[in-house]
């Protein structure tokens, strides 16, 4: 298996940033990558964008999976709906 972390390159292109996002965020690039994942994000306007985008994902997804059931009736209200569309009507 190839090392993500491989840091010959003198550069971030951003398909790899796209790759390291978790590892960035965990902390877990070796300081060099680091350092160019970091310039890279300075230049990149569309790779800031993704990381505000997937950090605001990561700190919704605790509070998706707290929503509220339906209420009894409306659970009912919806199998009726379901049952009649399934039978043609």
């Known amino acids: ?4 972390h491989h840091t010959e390159v003198e550069e971030v292109t951003c398909r790899e940033f796209v790759e390291l ?3 960035y965020l965990e902390g877990a ?7 160019l994942v970091e310039q890279h ?5 569309w790779c ?3 990381l505000e985008q997937f950090e605001a994902t990561v700190e919704a997804l605790p509070g998706a999976a707290e929503s509220e059931s339906p209420s009894r009736e409306a659970e009912r209200a919806l199998l009726a709906g379901f049952r ?5 009507g």
């Open 29 to 35: 690039l070796p300081d060099r990558r680091l350092e």
């Open 84 to 88: 009649e569309w399934r039978a043609g």
């Open 1 to 4: 298996m190839p090392d993500r």
């Open 41 to 45: 994000l300075v230049m990149c306007d």
């Open 21 to 23: 996002v978790t590892d």
């Open 48 to 50: 800031k964008t993704y």
